[in-house]
């Protein structure tokens, strides 16, 4: 059973915004990177952002930088990921994911590196 639960997904219109939850079951969330990654039709996953576990510090892609913005509740081991300005590139399921011994660079995101998933939600961006 994952540790990890997204929601917050849905219709959203161009220019327009959402906010994705994602909820940690495990652990302490502090001890934890959670990343954000997002799947669009026939394409690859893609790493999205990441909060890194102690510091806080947090990575973004260059196609969502200044748009998406990457935050956490360590109390409710809740870590959000909200999405403005969005564009129909952005389409996709959107993963959490997270694992205990990375740490996140601006280097990108790899999938592989990440030891627990959730589920996804499907954020679709159409007029």
């Known amino acids: 059973q994952s540790q990890l639960a997204e929601s917050g997904g849905g219709l959203a219109q161009p220019g327009g915004s959402l906010r994705l939850s994602c909820k940690w079951s495990?652990?302490?969330?502090?001890?934890?990177?959670i990343g954000w990654f997002r799947q669009g039709p026939g394409k690859e996953r893609e790493g999205v952002s990441c909060i890194n576990r102690s510091d806080g510090s947090t990575t973004y892609a260059d196609s969502v930088k200044d748009r998406f913005t990457i935050s956490r509740d360590i109390a409710k081991k809740t870590v959000y990921l909200q999405l403005r300005a969005l564009k129909p590139e952005d389409t996709g399921v959107y993963f959490c994911?997270?694992?205990?011994?990375?740490?996140?660079?601006?280097?990108?995101?790899?999938?592989?590196?990440?030891?627990?998933w959730g589920q996804g939600t499907q954020v679709t961006v159409s007029s």
């Open positions: 495990g652990s302490d969330l502090n001890y934890h990177a």
């Open positions: 994911a997270g694992d205990p011994m990375l740490y996140c660079s601006d280097s990108g995101l790899d999938p592989g590196d990440f030891s627990s």
